[in-house]
């Protein structure tokens, strides 16, 4: 009742976010505050940066022009094939005027951070080409795969993906309150995530504490070592590089740090995009999934290719299933 209760607001905030601009138009309230009249007949959108190329991706892939950097080989691999095919597209900059002109967008859709910089570029119409910006906030995915859905003419699919995410991030955890560290690099040259990072958000929107090494205000990222992980003595520690499975199995300074001899120390999935960042868009809905089932490689593989078939349009076989099954395995300390 309360589920069906917010959804009805949801909706109702949604539908008084389009009105009947000049002419009759549709227009859309974005992250900006503006009333952006909407063109009729949008057909082709071009994604302002990695984040909405994601979004679009997931939303309306056949309006898509272009990834504006594009998906190297072993996540295209993971994407419909179509998706997989788009072009470059250019930068959301005033030296490329000619160039967004040039793939014939009808609008260009912004997400992620609603900061000054990206506020002030949204509200500066690019090639004579409205631009929309969204807050990327993991919070607000499903309200967000609604507005975008409904001003695309591609509603039923914003709802279905908005349910999704919806049912995601309201998942009871059973491991509610675990304290993590997040690490980037090589095993001699880590640096974990603090404050202000997009894996920070993303793990405290699951209900996760993030420990990282004191460091200065506004550093998103710290340097960590061995020894300094061991004492700040996490249930639960999360790596970036695939290589570091067999590093940290054999590497003596590594047996002090609790969550690895216990077998709670894994590798974040990267691909087809980081399930806890990069880019900070709607896959990061993988890494809270990861927090529900992190314990159970084989649960979490099945559910994992289910919501990237849903997101990105391609299923998994069953080996590579069981090959992601295989990488969300806990990194195991090898027997002296």
Not at 4 to 28: H, V
Not at 129 to 145: A, N, Q, R, S, T
Not at 233 to 243: G, N, R, S
């Amino acid at each position: 009742m309360r589920r069906d209760r917010r959804r009805f607001l949801a909706l109702t905030l949604l539908s008084l976010a389009f009105a009947p601009g000049a002419g009759g138009a549709a227009e859309i309230v974005d992250a900006t505050g503006r009333h952006v009249a909407l063109p009729a007949g949008i057909a082709r959108v071009m994604p302002a940066g990695p984040p909405a190329a994601v979004l679009l991706a997931a939303l309306a892939p056949e309006m898509m022009t272009g990834w504006p950097h594009p998906p190297a080989a072993a996540a295209a691999a993971l994407l419909a094939a179509p998706l997989a095919a788009l072009p470059k597209s250019p930068p959301l900059e005033p030296a490329a005027q000619a160039a967004i002109a040039a793939t014939h967008p009808d609008l260009i859709v912004d997400y992620g951070t609603v900061s000054p910089r990206y506020v002030a570029r949204a509200r500066d119409t690019q090639a004579g080409v409205p631009v929309l910006l969204f807050d990327g906030g993991l919070e607000k995915v499903p309200d967000i795969l609604r507005q975008l859905g409904t001003a695309l003419g591609r509603a039923a699919r914003g709802e279905d993906l908005a349910r999704m995410a919806a049912d995601i991030l309201a998942a009871r955890r059973p491991d509610a309150m675990r304290r993590v560290v997040y690490v980037r690099g090589e095993p001699d040259a880590l640096i974990a995530a603090a404050p202000g990072s997009q894996p920070f958000e993303t793990l405290r929107v699951a209900g996760w504490q993030v420990l990282a090494p004191a460091g200065e205000a506004g550093e998103k990222f710290r340097p960590v070592t061995a020894a300094a992980i061991a004492a700040l003595d996490p249930d639960v520690l999360i790596l970036t590089d695939p290589a570091a499975r067999a590093a940290l199995a054999t590497a003596p300074e590594w047996r002090a740090v609790r969550a690895l001899r216990e077998g709670h120390a894994y590798i974040a999935p990267m691909l087809p995009f980081g399930w806890f960042e990069e880019p900070p868009s709607i896959n990061r809905l993988l890494g809270l999934l990861w927090t529900e089932h992190y314990a159970d490689p084989a649960a979490l593989a099945a559910r994992a290719a289910s919501v990237q078939a849903a997101l990105y349009g391609r299923t998994a076989s069953a080996a590579e299933t069981a090959a992601l099954r295989d990488a969300l395995a806990p990194i195991l300390i090898a027997t002296p």
